[in-house]
């Protein structure tokens, strides 16, 4: 149980081009889903906290109009990255915990994006 | 001071020896402790997870917990050159705008040779 998916597994896009994430939860519902970053040989960057039907929550230093989050069901979050360039590209990764007072996180298979 | 530390790095065993990861944190409040492996251009996998002071034991894994001195451990035993891997320490509650949120230290790079 506690599998996490990420589509697309990777992409490369122009510069200038938005590019949009998915992030499932497969046999569990995700009140919170999270969005983390990472740059070769650095550790995971919480970028934000994606809370079903509300706003999500950006940590300091990550722009909300770039990085659009959008957690319209218990099962799906989305990050898009819009006008991206060549400093959006990283490793995205996504995770979602099993609530019910629980802390784990699991995380998806996560998204390398190569923006040119 | 960075909230979750440490050493990354690499740390070279033997084939059979025991492993042995460190990780120290800056916020006291903290109370949830967990260790993932990463594989190169893969995502973090769930080793073990420790709440209370003392040692978790799971298979060859054991996890050590010791709040007075804000240390975390993992213990390798038996290391196979599959355990080549780097190992990340987090800790929940740290200072970010969610309570939920995971603080990851940069890792450990752990290489087994046969």
């Known amino acids: 149980g506690a599998v996490v998916s990420q589509h697309p597994s990777r992409v490369i896009c122009k510069s200038g081009t938005s590019v949009k994430i998915e992030c499932r939860s497969l046999?569990?519902?995700?009140?919170?889903m999270f969005w983390y970053r990472q740059f070769p040989k650095q550790s995971l960057m919480l970028m934000a906290t994606s809370n079903e039907g509300s706003k999500a929550t950006y940590e300091q230093g990550v722009e909300k109009d770039k990085f659009l989050i959008n957690h319209a069901s218990l099962t799906l979050s989305t990050l898009t990255v819009t006008s991206a360039h060549p400093e959006d590209s990283s490793f995205y990764i996504c995770s979602a915990d099993l609530g019910w007072g629980t802390d784990t996180q699991y995380f998806g298979p996560g998204t390398r994006l190569t923006v040119l | 001071q960075k909230e979750v530390e440490q050493n990354s790095g690499p740390l070279s065993v033997p084939e059979g020896a025991i492993a042995s990861l460190n990780c120290t944190y800056s916020d006291r409040g903290s109370q949830s402790f967990f260790w993932y492996r990463q594989y190169s251009g893969k995502s973090p996998e769930l080793i073990m997870f420790i709440y209370s002071n003392g040692d978790k034991e799971d298979g060859r894994f054991t996890a050590q917990l010791n709040k007075a001195s804000q240390y975390v451990s993992l213990l390798i035993r038996d290391s196979q050159p599959s355990d080549s891997a780097t190992y990340l320490c987090a800790v929940k509650g740290g200072r970010t705008n969610s309570g939920y949120a995971l603080n990851f230290g940069k890792g450990t790079s752990l290489l087994v040779t046969p």
């Open positions: 046999d569990f519902q995700a009140t919170t």
